[in-house]
């Protein structure tokens, strides 16, 4: 193997790119239809605002810590940012802004908290999953809001280029920020020093609670984000929007390699994995799979992918046995 | 208040209006409690109010679980009890769980009506109130059928697998088509939820448009979901038929993407039966050969209105729900119920 | 011409019950390596913490050029120009070295993107001078303990600390890298450097300190004086009272005995190759090798922990196949005393009983009855008396007790366990001098009742004062077997000859 | 509750005096919430002290805290279970079918059903163990197959053919106001207590959950002791399950929501409230049952404040976060009182 190849190989993106280009493969081979424009829009829809969601709870992971409100904050944002355009009759800019803005608070608190109080997250993002997913329930009384403005749903229907929806733009602009951050900026180097060693980023004059903090911030901006979208994809503010986010969140991340103990996210594995969980839903319906193994069927596509990766890795690992 | 459940509000006045059976103040307490947050029940809480009022009750409550669980539910529902509820309208959770919970309550003195969704037999319920889930889905069906062409390949979205209601639907909906010499072609559930609803229906469509003529939605937000999907596609060769009142529904039926909705009742669910649970405190009790129905669970059904609704009806739906309330509120205690 | 850089005067620090630190005070100059010497628990590590700011002083005070400091943290510290190299790593493993060097200087702005290249620049001026050929861009994880031992002097280094603590900077350096190490901190002091050199091993203080503080049971037992005229046993005698008492080695030749654990043309998973060796019943022979050799890997391989791919392992006289861990303790009484006593030895959140009794558990455990601590102190807690552990309790957490008693827990589950062969490795890491001369005295004593023990140490002086026989490991091969003299200078050499024939060859 | 990052530092607790040591614990500090909260709702809400409001808060907890013991006996290697909830209604479906289909007698189906949970457990630990995957994504995977195969064979079929032995169960009252699944649940939490206190087993589950390396050295078989991790929670969720099939009177597969999801936040709730690391090798049985009756007491207390329906989960969750930081503080106060 050339030296550029084996590093290519050993990156951990890898394994994963490799997975879902054999998934697009077999699934177009059997159903050509697959490859079409307008399949790959639908594609690229479920991937922009799923993405999101899992670099919410990427953001989380980094620090070795677990934010279980990702959905509730989605939800909240969404139906603020329908409300806002019903009820209170703002221009769409204002109200995502707005919304955003509320996205980062509802992480900031849950930061903040965390980092007063050195509870662990895993309770405090608990008890706040509670708090916003009832305040959602509070404001909405289940009910949807439908004013959704023109130009909003238009976003979410059509399309910048080919067949490349416009929701796609956001999520590509903050995949290579948040790529920025944690391989460029000091923000984001301290997250990740952060999750792989505490105590060590605390030795080294690095405040664990203000990085606490920013990646909790990050976390509710993102999960916002993927909630604003969603509204302008479903022209609707659903109340029950992020109730399905949490599996989803850490599935993605962690079926593209990541490692829930902290310290080691990758933007690109974590999106492929997004890629993959799309690939194997979509499959599933294109296959027109009886609706009852449709389940078994995805848990053995998920246990296979993942498994797969790991393979690769065991291989790489061998011969590095010997130090 | 959507604008719906306003227009059933009124509804619900002007047949207090025409009510005579206003009853003196007493101390029915009674609790309307849905299966989970959801749209469709919404103009329970009105109904309620109305009911409260029109019959002198000491409360008709809408009473919402936090989540769509069962077990929540049912928490509820004990809570209800201890705090001194009598009567209890319940959507339930699962029509086989909430049947132990419902014996429980009868147990304590408290009548119970399903509304909305029956509970299956054997059941403490004195009687199901609500829409035949499987002939609403079989109906619906027909009518879609009846829009399409010579071609005539459904696909059919519906609602979780767990819920039992969702096997009738689909049995329901194969029925139709295949007295009709229609196919099903594809059937995808599990997608009572806007994401999934989204990203398979969406990628159904991509992948298949051309193969299929038209829609059966059985479930809420698949109706909604599919509504947007064609009007997205801008394609009017895919018949539709949808399910329940939301708005997006009802403009893509005026805008002519969806044919048409099967329409339920629920204010007139929750007004009368909050009207039967005080007759039946109040001593009275089902008769002995009232008709009852039977659909696929219970045999102690009543049709609390169930109908298709195309774009000639959809401005002046609400009229023809009210007229169904009336029409069954007016013989409700005579057909019904014995009381002394 | 010195200077008093910085000075704590009678500081005092306690914790619930107990007086950690009494008026104890410290001075350090301008180009002087100062030593910091102390038993376990005589107070070092509340006054290095104190030092950089971790603690605060409950009495007395700190100054700096004079001048009367408090630090509020370890961040203060450093901007205070006070550096210190942790006993524990504390690198980001998945970081580059030259982000680890840097990483304090980043924190000033958050959102100023870090320009890498200067950071590899800057942080390749600081490997040169230490004389590592280490590519800054390499991620920590992938260096040896060694040589990240390095990198966290080269990051102490570089933010020009005018005052820089070095706890046990040594303890898993080779000579070599120690003598690379020391000529260093010489040219650090050289250029007007106050270092604070803290140390278990007194030959390495008296190379290279020149001033020194004593601390026992709390307090000051010497503070702050020169070196000068200061032998090795006045040092012991100031650290723990009394004078040394060094083990006699003494030869002993049991190849006679039975042989309890042999291995035959043995390869492994992980890379050995036609390995011979033999350990008779009461004897003690020892496994030199540089680090990489293959030491730790082989014994784990005995255990059952890798697999053994060819040859023979006979267990007394037996051949057998060992196939797991718990197959080698349990049925063929092989315990291994693990030189990572953090991650592999202990269980450092569980308690001193639960520690000393995990060997013993499956022994005790009768059908149904309950295993209760009771039965379980009673096995055990004979051992732990023996081995003098200091321990306010048996239910004491592990992980609060010093590095010395710690190890005496980790060979108190083996004596337990009554295992017939013993793998011991490296097993004074990190522990004060009477613990290390007591575990010496206790293994010689466990192999003249009859254990066969495998000794795996990098520690030259005390592979010397130990074995009967010595054989030598290099690249996953045995290069040879030696008798051991008890002479330190000819078996240091014969054992270097071995090692260094095969590169040379 | 659940402090694993407290800040008492190692150095001052072991000096504490053993009364002030049992002031500083997880279960004290849950004991103290519960009784403060049970004060302020037998004052403040009607009915909370009502003999059948007490006896249903004991039955719902029982639950809950059998499906917190679930996840609980799993976070001890530091792993998660998320396939508790599928592993359970599988159970508890195949205990339905037994009786219902295959007409097995009742204490025979019930083995079966455990073994069959045991059996799935033990599936997901073996492949945890081999693949050397964590167990989060293992049973992700695992979640969705086990159920989807019981939906898949049985078509989302209830089963309620039990017989009254096991349905009177949920129903019986002993002493008015306790249930007897509260019973079973203290049977099982005091043989857990026993497992991790007396036992060799117990004491290596500990040992490989805190270290599995070190533990592994020292002779523990970590792999094996993992799978029975695995194994055990997969035979507590089947109990849990069949407890709620005893209170539904009826095998549902909804009984635990979609995929069994709906278990997942009391599975957590539960041990994490009662201070078991979820890094594994530190557990409490007593905090775990503190900490899910606690969270049952809470939704309780505030159904029956009657605060209005929707906001409930607000509450819930702000009542949470006040109960962990009152706990919090309680610690830290001790802590600065015992420094001074």
């Known amino acids: 193997m050339s030296p550029g190849l084996s590093r290519i190989v050993r990156t951990d993106w890898f394994g994963p790119f490799v997975i879902a280009l054999a998934a697009i493969a077999i699934v177009a081979a059997f159903n050509p239809s697959f490859l079409s424009p307008l399949n790959i829009q639908v594609l690229l829809l479920a991937i922009s605002i799923n993405a999101l969601i899992a670099f919410s709870q990427m953001s989380i992971i980094a620090i070795g810590q677990m934010n279980l409100s990702v959905g509730a904050i989605g939800g909240l944002v969404a139906i603020s940012f329908a409300g806002m355009m019903e009820v209170w009759g703002f221009p769409a800019p204002v109200a995502a802004t707005l919304a955003l803005a509320l996205g980062l608070v509802c992480g900031l608190l849950n930061g903040l908290v965390i980092a007063w109080t050195g509870i662990s997250a895993f309770i405090i993002t608990l008890a706040s999953l509670s708090l916003y997913k009832g305040i959602n329930l509070g404001i909405t009384q289940a009910q949807p809001f439908y004013g959704v403005l023109d130009a909003v749903k238009a976003f979410g229907q059509t399309n910048v280029l080919g067949p490349i929806p416009w929701l796609a733009v956001p999520t590509a602009i903050v995949a290579l920020l948040l790529w920025y951050m944690f391989n460029r900026l000091p923000v984001g180097r301290f997250i990740l020093a952060v999750g792989g060693n505490q105590h060590a980023a605390e030795l080294s004059g690095i405040s664990v609670g203000f990085t606490v903090t920013v990646a909790h911030a990050i976390s509710g901006l993102l999960a916002g984000l993927a909630g604003i979208l969603l509204v302008a994809r479903l022209q609707i503010g659903q109340p029950t929007i992020g109730d399905d986010w949490l599996i989803l969140s850490f599935a993605a991340p962690v079926i593209g390699g990541a490692v829930l103990a902290g310290g080691h996210v990758s933007i690109p594995a974590t999106l492929l994995g997004v890629v993959i969980v799309a690939i194997i839903t979509q499959a599933l319906v294109l296959f027109n799979i009886d609706p009852y193994l449709v389940q078994v069927v995805l848990g053995f596509l998920i246990l296979g992918a993942v498994g797969l990766n790991r393979f690769r890795e065991a291989r790489l690992e061998r011969p590095a046995g010997r130090i | ?340 | 011409m010195t200077q008093t850089v910085f000075e704590a005067r009678q500081v005092s620090k306690f914790f619930p019950g107990v007086k950690a630190l009494a008026e104890v005070s410290l001075d350090l100059h301008t180009g002087s390596i100062h030593a910091l010497l102390g038993e376990n628990g005589a107070g070092k590590s509340p006054l290095i913490k104190i030092i950089t700011g971790v603690y605060r002083p409950d009495e007395g005070e700190l100054f700096l050029d004079g001048n009367p400091i408090a630090l509020t943290g370890p961040r203060d510290a450093i901007a205070n120009r006070i550096g210190v190299v942790h006993q524990e790593r504390n690198l980001i493993g998945r970081f580059s070295v030259a982000e680890n060097i840097h990483l304090e200087r980043l924190g000033a702005f958050p959102l100023k993107p870090i320009d890498y290249a200067a950071l590899n620049r800057m942080a390749s001026q600081w490997l040169d001078e230490l004389g590592l050929d280490i590519d800054p861009r390499t991620p920590v994880s992938r260096l040896s303990v060694a040589k990240m031992q390095m990198v966290e002097i080269a990051k102490a280094l570089s933010l020009r600390s005018r005052v820089l603590l070095l706890d046990e900077p040594t303890a898993s350096l080779t000579a070599h890298e120690t003598d690379i190490l020391f000529a260093l901190l010489r040219k650090l002091r050289d250029t007007g450097a106050s270092l604070l050199f803290v140390s278990h091993k007194l030959e390495e203080v008296q190379e290279i300190c020149d001033r020194v503080t004593v601390l026992r049971d709390g307090r000051n037992a010497c503070q702050s004086r020169s070196m000068e005229g200061l032998g090795r046993q006045d040092l012991v005698r100031m650290m723990i009272g009394r004078g040394e008492d060094a083990g006699r080695w003494t030869a002993r030749d049991r190849t006679g005995n039975p042989v309890a654990l042999q291995l035959s043309e043995v390869s492994t998973g992980l890379g050995h190759r036609n390995v011979n060796l033999a350990v008779h019943k009461g004897e003690i022979v020892g496994l030199y090798g540089l680090v990489g050799a293959g030491r730790t890997e082989l014994a784990k391989c005995i255990m059952g922990k890798f697999p053994i791919t060819g040859g023979q392992l006979r267990v007394g006289g037996t051949p057998v196949v060992i196939r797991s861990v718990a197959d080698a303790i349990h049925r063929h009484g092989i315990g291994y005393l693990s030189e990572d006593r953090k991650q592999e030895g202990l269980v450092l959140m569980h308690s001193v009983l639960e520690n000393a009794g995990i060997t013993v558990w499956r022994q005790l455990a009768r059908w149904l009855a309950a295993l209760t601590d009771g039965t379980i102190r009673t096995k055990v807690a004979p051992f732990i008396e023996k081995l003098e552990v200091k321990t306010p309790s048996l239910d004491q957490t592990v992980g609060n007790l010093s590095g010395g008693n710690q190890q005496k827990i980790s060979v108190a589950k083996w004596l337990a366990a009554g295992v017939d062969i013993l793998i011991v490795d490296e097993p004074s890491v990190g522990i004060d001098i009477k613990t290390k001369a007591y575990l010496h005295d206790l293994l010689r004593q466990l192999s003249d009742d009859g254990t066969a023990i495998l000794l795996i140490t990098s520690d030259m002086p005390e592979m010397v004062a130990l074995a009967d026989r010595i054989v030598v490991l290099n690249d996953y091969r045995v290069e040879g077997e030696l008798i051991n003299s008890g002479q330190y200078d000819t078996m240091s050499h014969a054992i270097m000859d071995l090692i260094h024939r095969v590169e040379a060859a | 509750m659940a402090l694993p990052d407290s800040p008492a530092s190692p150095a001052t607790r072991q000096a504490k005096r053993p009364m002030a040591r049992y002031f500083l614990t997880n279960e004290f500090g849950l004991a103290a919430l519960i009784v403060l909260f049970a004060v302020l709702f037998g004052v403040t809400a009607q009915g909370f002290l009502s003999p059948f409001n007490l006896f249903a808060l004991g039955r719902t907890a029982s639950i809950n805290i059998m499906i917190g013991l679930a996840m609980m006996v799993v976070i001890v290697t530091g792993g998660l279970n998320l396939a508790l909830g599928a592993i359970g209604v599988c159970a508890a479906i195949f205990c339905g079918f037994l009786i219902q289909d295959a007409g097995l007698a009742w204490p025979l189906a019930i083995v079966l059903a455990l073994a069959l949970g045991a059996a799935l457990g033990s599936i997901n630990g073996w492949i945890t163990v081999r693949s050397g995957l964590h167990s989060f994504i293992i049973t992700l995977a695992t979640m969705s197959i086990f159920f989807g195969a019981m939906i898949f064979l049985t078509r989302a079929q209830s089963y309620r053919g039990l017989p009254p032995e096991l349905t009177s169960f949920g129903r019986i009252k002993i002493v008015e106001i306790v249930s007897p699944l509260l019973v079973v649940t203290v049977v099982v939490a005091l043989l857990l207590a026993y497992l991790y206190r007396l036992t060799a087993l117990g004491r290596e589950m500990l040992a490989a959950g805190a270290k599995a390396e070190a533990a592994e050295l020292s002779g523990v078989r970590v792999g094996r002791v993992f799978i029975i991790c695995h194994m055990l929670s997969g035979a507590i969720a089947a109990v849990a399950a069949l407890m709620l099939t005893a209170r539904n009177g009826a095998a549902i597969p909804s009984m635990a929501g979609q995929l069994g999801q709906d278990w997942l936040l009391p599975a957590f709730l539960a041990p994490v409230l009662g201070g078991t690391l979820l890094t594994g090798g530190r557990v409490s049985v007593l905090g775990t049952c503190l900490g899910a009756f606690l969270v049952t007491m809470l939704t309780s207390g505030l159904l029956l404040m009657q605060i209005g329906e929707f906001w409930i989960q607000s509450f819930l969750g702000l009542l949470l976060l006040a109960a962990v930081l009152i706990d919090k503080s309680r610690r830290m106060l001790l802590d600065r009182s015992k420094l001074s």
């Open chain 2, 1 to 340: 208040m959507s604008r719906v459940t306003r227009v059933l509000a009124c509804a619900g006045l002007a047949l207090s209006v025409g009510s005579t059976a206003v009853l003196a103040a007493d101390d029915s307490k009674f609790a309307l409690v849905p299966g989970g947050p959801h749209p469709y029940f919404s103009a329970w809480e009105q109904a309620g109010k109305d009911a409260a009022r029109d019959f002198g009750l000491a409360a008709a409550d809408y009473k919402v679980p936090q989540k769509w669980e069962l077990s929540q539910q049912n928490q509820l529902l004990e809570s209800l009890l201890s705090q001194g509820y009598n009567g209890f309208l319940i959507f339930p959770g699962d029509s086989v769980g909430t049947g132990s919970t419902a014996a429980e309550l009868v147990a304590n003195g408290a009548p119970v009506i399903a509304g909305a969704g029956c509970l299956q037999d054997p059941s403490d319920a004195a009687f199901c109130l609500g829409t035949d889930t499987g002939n609403s889905a079989y109906l619906g069906t027909k009518q879609l059928i009846g829009a399409l062409g010579d071609s005539k390949r459904i696909v059919h979205f519906t609602g979780f697998l767990v819920d039992p209601n969702t096997q009738l639907r689909i049995d329901a909906v194969q029925r139709a088509a295949d007295e009709a010499g229609a196919q099903v072609v594809q059937v995808i559930a599990d997608i009572d939820a806007p994401e999934p609803a989204e990203e398979k229906i969406n990628a159904y469509l991509a992948a298949h448009a051309g193969e299929v003529d038209g829609i059966i939605t059985t479930a809420w937000v698949p109706a909604v979901v599919a509504a947007n999907a064609l009007r997205k596609i801008g394609d009017k060769r895919i018949k539709m038929v949808g399910i329940d009142h939301d708005e997006v529904v009802l403009q893509a039926i005026k805008d002519g993407f969806v044919t048409g909705t099967m329409l339920q009742n629920p204010y007139g669910q929750a007004y009368i039966g909050a009207f039967a649970l005080d007759k039946l405190r109040s001593g009275c009790t089902v008769k002995q050969d009232a008709p009852l129905m039977a659909n696929a669970l219970t045999a102690k059904f009543i049709d609390s209105g169930t109908a298709f609704v195309g774009a000639d009806g959809v401005d002046n739906y609400v009229d023809a729900m009210r007229a169904a309330t009336k029409a069954l509120f007016d013989t409700f205690e005579a057909t019904y119920l014995t009381c002394q």
